[in-house]
């Protein structure tokens, strides 16, 4: 879709588009933490849109608060990978208990109806190979964690 901006600037930081069929529209901003360290915010709608007010607004919230959504997303996987239904192994399970977060490279997405994913791309529970492990959120709550362990590539 040509009609669609190459670039949105939310927030202070710039997303840029990124190359999709015409079915989805796709921005990206990588966002420099402290000279050492980045990560990415990515907006996913679907229809192709614009991002509108609401979807503009989460990723303002998102991109202010970074810090404090990767404390709550950890947070919230080190409490819920302890239930059964996650079937964590004996060595995993004390992975949770170390003193060095089994969880790293936190990426956001955001779809086109403001519903958004904090996802750690990389992770040493089994459970998070290949393409890491997710937490959803509801506005600003953490409210499911995302397997994607069976998720395919895009």
Do not use: H
Not at 8 to 37: H, K, P, Q, Y
Not at 119 to 143: C, H, K, N, Q, Y
Request: hydrophobic fraction near 45%.
């Amino acid at each position: 879709m040509d009609d669609l901006p190459q670039s949105v600037v939310i927030g202070g930081a710039e997303f840029s588009r990124v190359d999709s069929d015409d079915s989805i529209a796709c921005w990206t901003s990588t966002i420099d933490v402290d000279g050492s360290r980045s990560w990415s915010v990515n907006i996913v709608i679907d229809p192709a849109a614009a991002p509108d007010a609401a979807v503009r607004e989460r990723a303002a919230t998102v991109c202010s608060g970074w810090e404090g959504y990767v404390e709550i997303a950890a947070d919230y996987l080190l409490e819920r990978l302890r239930e059964p239904q996650f079937a964590l192994e004996p060595s995993e399970l004390v992975k949770l208990d170390a003193a060095e977060s089994p969880f790293d490279a936190p990426e956001a997405v955001i779809w086109g109806d403001g519903s958004w994913m904090l996802r750690f791309a990389e992770s040493s529970l089994e459970m998070a190979d290949p393409f890491g492990i997710g937490v959803r959120f509801e506005g600003t709550t953490a409210t499911a964690v995302e397997d994607l362990s069976d998720a395919d590539p895009v």
